[in-house]
């Protein structure tokens, strides 16, 4: 985020180029992680609107999953529409031909929306979804992340064994140190809850 703002003059300097919408969706995901919403939604929006005037489908579907992250992270009134309009919207754009990393992102995001709003069965048939797809294409990323979906959704639900397991298979199968760290985590959350009495546990 610091580095995006010292060098922001310069960032701009290339806007014509297909790549800033994708530089812009990436600064605003820094912002989102560290919780400057309201920034993250601007860069996000201006993505979008670049990929409408040029034309250009991937700054759009950048900037609807940099808005489907937003609405997850802090859910306000109304998230759940707006999580299904942008996924919707993506959908919409790529069909069945959307590549392996926006189909990843698309569905860990819808569901992660579903935990939110208590729907674990779902998540967790979702999550198991992004797995099987992975295995099918070979491709780690989505192998990791239905297995993350998979792993939270059943610690939630107390099955600590199955989440144990699940963001085991996670980690090894990610390809990413991102998403090694965040299997690890999935990993831990379990091991932890089963040492808190019941009557005290939040996760």
Not at 70 to 92: E, F, Q
Request: hydrophobic fraction near 35%; charged fraction near 25%.
């Amino acid at each position: 985020m610091t580095l995006f703002e010292t060098q922001r003059a310069r960032v701009d300097r290339i806007e014509g180029h297909p790549t800033y919408p994708r530089i812009l969706a990436l600064a605003g995901t820094a912002y989102c992680q560290n919780k400057h919403f309201k920034s993250a939604e601007k860069l996000f929006e201006q993505a979008i609107e670049i990929g409408e005037r040029s034309g250009d489908d991937d700054a759009i579907t950048h900037g609807c999953l940099g808005l489907m992250v937003m609405h997850c992270s802090a859910p306000g009134p109304g998230y759940w529409d707006k999580v299904r309009a942008l996924s919707t919207r993506i959908n919409d754009l790529w069909g069945e031909n959307a590549q392996p990393y926006y189909r990843t992102y698309l569905e860990f995001y819808e569901t992660w929306s579903h935990s939110i709003r208590g729907d674990i069965d779902q998540a967790l048939e979702e999550g198991q979804q992004l797995y099987d797809f992975g295995k099918a294409e070979n491709f780690p990323g989505a192998v990791g992340y239905g297995a993350i979906c998979m792993a939270f959704n059943e610690a939630y639900s107390e099955n600590f064994d199955a989440a144990i397991r699940h963001a085991s298979e996670g980690a090894e199968a990610a390809a990413a140190r991102s998403t090694r760290w965040s299997a690890w985590g999935s990993r831990g959350c379990p091991w932890s809850c089963r040492a808190i009495p019941r009557a005290a546990r939040s996760c």
